[in-house]
């Protein structure tokens, strides 16, 4: 289901989307940490209101090339050129447990940055209604589960707002389904409003939703490039939906339904015990969730569940550099070994 979380702060404090080809470009960026090669000549290039996400195998570079993005580390060799306007913001994967309150632990890491105290309140009162933090905003850390630990560390990085560079580290890692739902469509307005952002990521739910490109890393090197075409070939995730109407309510045979954008199946549930009412089973593809549901109510059904479908991005075959789309019900790939681009020498697309 797609959330809206447009107005989650103040226009006036929103980044104004830039078109002058602003953005970050990494060239032959390698890094050795103690006599292990973790990364060996990265070009990456990410456009301002895009987003990159990094996949790869524990040991593949993807939390180191996210420390270097971040000013942590230093390069060895290559260059790094960000000319993109708005401040770096990073969420590490896996907040230490310090002895603060998440209160006190975000307070202070607003001040930090500059934010103002009337506008940092407001906003840390936003984020945690978000992502639903409820009582542990005045707990303290070393005390949260890992889920609760992980929505403290996303806060903080998202408290200055839209734009800039926003670098996350495995941001889904133990949230709950709300919280991922909430946090990929407050990152999807983000991106619009000029926000770009680098993570790495094994949750099909932010590819599909957020990625522009997916860079796949193998032992510190880029082992292949997709583009958002390509990840859109793997086809939209489709939503399960159970209603009830009226018995005789005959919705199949119904054309403002059947021409209703989103609707791929309507079926209605014969062995229903129920004579008084019928059982309606609704396939629709994930974004046209809210309007059905929108239309079910209006009509005056009733909501019986909403399931959604395991996503078409096999990840298994993505990790070892295969098209996104190979495995997928939708997509015409079969052998993607050889189908989607690479990156050359200078981080250009090649076929």
Not at 35 to 47: F, G, P, R, S, T
Not at 138 to 149: E, I, V, W
Request: charged letters at 20%; aromatic letters at 4%.
């Amino acid at each position: 289901m797609i959330w809206s979380t447009r107005g989650l702060f103040k226009k006036s404090d929103q980044a104004i989307p830039d078109s002058l080809g602003r953005g970050l470009q990494l060239q032959q960026v390698s890094k050795r940490l103690g006599n292990a090669q973790v990364l060996d000549q990265i070009n990456l290039e990410v456009k301002q209101g895009e987003c990159a996400v990094l996949v790869g195998r524990n040991g593949s570079g993807k939390s180191t090339l996210l420390r270097i993005l971040a000013g942590i580390l230093l390069p060895d060799t290559g260059s790094i050129q960000r000319t993109m306007k708005g401040s770096e913001r990073y969420a590490v994967d896996g907040l230490p447990r310090l002895p603060f309150t998440s209160r006190e632990y975000l307070w202070d890491m607003g001040r930090i940055r500059g934010i103002r105290p009337e506008i940092l309140r407001g906003r840390i009162r936003e984020l945690s209604e978000l992502l639903y933090l409820d009582t542990a905003i005045d707990q303290k850390l070393p005390l949260l589960s890992k889920g609760t630990l992980q929505k403290v560390n996303l806060i903080q990085a998202l408290l200055p707002g839209p734009g800039g560079l926003l670098l996350l580290d495995e941001p889904l890692s133990g949230l709950d389904i709300p919280a991922q739902e909430a946090i990929v469509s407050l990152l999807v307005q983000w991106k619009v409003e000029g926000t770009s952002i680098v993570t790495a990521c094994h949750e099909p739910l932010l590819i599909e939703r957020l990625a522009d490109q997916v860079i796949v890393l193998k032992k510190g090197s880029v082992l292949r490039y997709w583009s958002r075409e390509d990840i859109l070939q793997v086809g939209e995730p489709v939503v399960h939906i159970q209603s009830l109407t009226e018995a005789g309510e005959d919705l199949a045979n119904d054309p403002s339904i059947l021409q209703q954008p989103g609707v791929l199946s309507l079926v209605r549930n014969t062995s229903s015990g129920n004579s008084n009412s019928w059982l309606w089973g609704w396939k629709v593809v994930q974004q046209s969730t809210d309007d059905v549901l929108r239309m079910i109510l209006a009509s005056g059904g009733s909501v019986v569940s909403v399931q959604q479908e395991e996503s078409q991005l096999h990840m298994e075959s993505l990790l070892e550099g295969q098209h996104p789309a190979a495995h997928s019900s939708h997509g015409d790939v079969t052998e993607s070994a050889d189908l989607g681009f690479s990156m050359d020498a200078m981080g250009r697309k090649t076929q």
